[in-house]
């Protein structure tokens, strides 16, 4: 699995992975580990879906940790 995390203010944690058939996708799982959100579809290039996971949860002047 690849996968990057940040914590969100709400302690969330936002993670990057690859699915089943190679694509990208991010979820975000609250701290009792419910996933409280997910990527629609998958991506094939990783740059795509870390734009759509920092649309959806991420200020611009925030950083991301990539620990792929």
């Given amino acids: 699995m690849t996968m990057f995390e940040i914590e969100s203010a709400e302690h969330d944690k936002l993670e990057l992975y690859k699915d089943v058939e190679g694509k990208f996708r991010w979820r975000r799982t609250a701290p009792n ?4 959100g997910a990527a629609t579809e998958g991506y094939v290039n990783k740059a795509d879906c870390i734009s759509n996971l ?3 949860f991420i200020k611009p002047d925030n950083d991301v940790a990539d620990l792929t």
């Fill in 54 to 56: 920092k649309r959806q």
């Fill in 33 to 36: 580990g419910e996933i409280v």
